[in-house]
T-cell receptor
Framework: GAVVSQHPSWVICKSGTSVKIECRSL??????MFWYRQFPKQSLMLMAT?????????EQGVEKDKFLINHASLTLSTLTVTSAHPEDSSFYIC????????????FGSGTRLTVV | GEDVEQSLFLSVREGDSSVINCTYT??????LYWYKQEPGAGLQLLTY?????DMKQDQRLTVLLNKKDKHLSLRIADTQTGDSAIYFC????????????FGTGTQLKVEL
């Protein structure tokens, strides 16, 4: 149990276009989901906390107009990278709390975004 | 503040034990976790420890916590090639529902 599905696994897009990444909790409801960004050979950096039915909470330095987060249902959060540029190329990972504290969060398999 | 440090790289021979270390600075951490990340994949929770525990063992994994020194370690017994991955420690204040702060990650390479 406690599976998080993230889609797509990888995407290549042109500069200036927008890309949407989906994060679904398959067998549990998640009022809170987290979005991380990971650069090669680096740790995960929390970008924002996605809250069902309300606005996301962004970490300092993360542009909320560039990284749009929508958490419209208890099983789906989306991250849209708007007007993507090559420097947005990264590995994006979502996670959700299945509510079995303290067993930690369940992570999606990640999305490799390459902007050309 | 929240700062979690790990050594970058560890190489061991198959069958040996691996010890991955982690230091953290936030003394109010209540739960500490170890995650495994294989190339191009998400994170897999390996184990966790509550801050009032000193040690936890789970099959081949042993977690040691020295709260005084804010030092956490993960020992993998009988390391196998399938254990090659990046290992992250993470801390949380209050456990599930609260954000995690990840360490810098340790790449474990298991050689034959």
């Amino acid at each position: 149990g406690a599976v998080v599905s993230q889609h797509p696994s990888w995407v290549i897009c042109k500069s200036g276009t927008s890309v949407k990444i989906e994060c679904r909790s398959l067998d549990f409801q998640a009022t809170t989901m987290f979005w991380y960004r990971q650069f090669p050979k680096q740790s995960l950096m929390l970008m924002a906390t996605s809250n069902e039915g309300s606005k996301a909470t962004y970490e300092q330095g993360v542009e909320k107009d560039k990284f749009l987060i929508n958490h419209a249902s208890l099983t789906l959060s989306t991250l849209t990278v708007t007007s993507a540029h090559p420097e947005d190329s990264s590995f994006y990972i979502c996670s959700a709390d299945p509510g079995r504290s303290p067993y930690g969060y369940t992570f999606g398999s990640g999305t490799r975004l390459t902007v050309v | 503040g929240e700062d979690v440090e790990q050594s970058l790289f560890l190489s061991v021979r198959e069958g040996d034990s691996s010890v991955i270390n982690c230091t953290y600075t936030d003394s109010s951490s209540t739960y500490l976790y170890w995650y495994k990340q294989e190339p191009g994949a998400g994170l897999q929770l390996l184990t966790y420890i509550f801050s009032n525990m000193d040690m936890k063992q789970d099959q081949r994994l042993t977690v040691l916590l020295n709260k005084k020194d804010k030092h956490l370690s993960l020992r993998i017994a009988d390391t196998q090639t399938g254990d090659s991955a990046i290992y992250f420690c993470a801390e949380s204040i209050g456990g599930g529902g609260n954000k995690l702060t990840f360490g810098t990650g340790t790449q474990l390479k298991v050689e034959l």
